[in-house]
Nanobody
Framework: QVQLVESGGGLVQAGGSLRLSCAAS????????MGWFRQAPGKELEFAAT????????DYADSVKGRFTISRDHAKNTVYLQMNSLKPEDTAVYYC??????????????????WGRGTPVTVSP
């Protein structure tokens, strides 16, 4: 059974940092892109970051560009999201997603085939 399990969320003050982790089990995604999405209270799920199979290509939503960094560790079958300079508008549940496609990056929910249950991030003013 394939599972993606996120961790690292929590409460942080504006300007602070958090690092989210997403550990995959049941199969590896070494040849496939992975991503992070987020859903703020009362809003739709939105793309945050994507990384290609070897970490050589990453891309971000404009709202997080320059503050968030996505990375992956094949040995640990884990993808990370380092979040710096957090703002109250970053408050959301953050979801890890894995694709089985072979593209360089994916930006929509339909492109991802496995999802974690999410980890909540709350940024206080």
């Amino acid at each position: 059974q394939v599972q993606l399990v996120e961790s690292g969320g929590g409460l942080v003050q504006a300007g602070g940092s958090l690092r989210l982790s997403c550990a995959a089990s049941g199969r590896t995604f070494h040849s496939h892109p992975m991503g992070w999405f987020r859903q703020a209270p009362g809003k739709e799920l939105e793309f945050a970051a994507t990384i290609n199979w070897n970490g050589g290509y990453t891309d971000y939503a404009d709202s997080v560009k320059g503050r968030f960094t996505i990375s992956r560790d094949h040995a640990k079958n884990t993808v990370y999201l380092q979040m710096n300079s957090l703002k109250p508008e970053d408050t959301a549940v953050y979801y890890c997603a894995a694709s089985t496609g072979f593209g360089n990056a994916y930006y929509t929910t339909n492109d991802y085939h496995y999802w974690g249950r999410g980890t909540p991030v709350t940024v206080s003013p």
